[in-house]
């Protein structure tokens, strides 16, 4: 009797104990040293999305006409997104309606490309022309063993997994954090891959910057799974485990 208690014990302990390849972010860190992080990242522009383009010049009037008429209403109180609603959404082709240019091909550049592209046009108009392009719609939905779900808008259109994570607010002890899952939307096709955020090398993964409109899931740990089952916790377990001895302990007597 005391050995099948002393069994169950020594199980229950070592069941509820997370081990450091569990937990731990960057192990083995040692081995970054002198490699080629992934630095050179700048998102396309894609279909849907939305942006803002200004037009500048020491002389404003000539730049008018290429200047987009900014509504500043917000909606119903949605202040934080109202800026959403300024700009120029990328059609099915991939094009814009820009001033005076017209229709512009947009997909698939850069937010540089098109600064250079754009830049280049006006100043056959505008000599002194200078063109900035952001994307008002860079987005990024986290789910699942997260401080907190939602859609993060990401206002400088460059966001990594560990920054992601911090935003989020970490990922909680129920989490995997070796088996992040990312899906993504390339050119109307889904694609997906794993991060690990446990190992280094996460610096060379290709999904450790994130793209617009990209799903974040971060997976329970079995632990987190099992405990959704009849017996919540550890608690509830060891009662259970109780019982049945002092069951076996009066029928044994």
């Known amino acids: 009797m005391r050995r ?60 008018e006409p290429f200047k987009m008429e900014m509504n500043n209403q917000s909606s119903g ?38 600064e250079e592209m754009l830049t280049t046009r006006i100043r056959d108009y505008v000599t002194d022309a200078v063109v900035q392009v952001r994307i008002v719609n860079f987005k990024v939905t986290v789910l699942g063993e997260v401080g907190s779900q939602g859609v993060l ?14 935003m989020a607010g970490g990922i909680t002890y129920t989490g995997k954090r070796h088996n992040i899952l990312v899906i993504r939307d390339d050119d109307g096709k889904k694609s997906y891959g794993y991060v690990d955020i446990t190992n280094a090398d996460i610096f060379k993964n290709p999904y450790y910057f994130l793209k617009q409109n990209d799903i974040v899931y971060v997976e329970p740990t079995y632990r987190q799974v099992k405990s959704a089952g009849f017996i919540t916790n550890y608690t509830g377990f060891f009662s259970l485990i109780t019982s049945i001895a002092g069951l076996i302990f009066i029928f044994t007597r």
């Open 77 to 114: 109180g949605g202040g934080g997104n109202s800026a959403i609603l300024n700009g120029y959404l990328v059609d099915a082709e991939g094009n814009i309606q820009f001033p005076v240019l017209g229709e512009v091909s947009v997909k698939d550049k850069t937010r540089g490309e098109l």
């Open 153 to 166: 808008q990401i206002p400088d259109e460059r966001v990594s997994m560990p920054e992601l994570i911090a």
């Open 4 to 63: 099948i208690l002393f069994l169950f014990l020594s199980l229950l302990v070592f069941s509820s104990c997370s081990t450091k390849k569990e937990i731990l972010y960057f192990q083995d860190i040692e081995k970054i040293t002198n490699f080629e992080a992934i630095e050179q990242f700048e998102p396309k522009i894609e279909v849907n999305d939305v942006l803002r383009i200004t037009v500048s010049s020491l002389n404003e009037e000539v730049a």
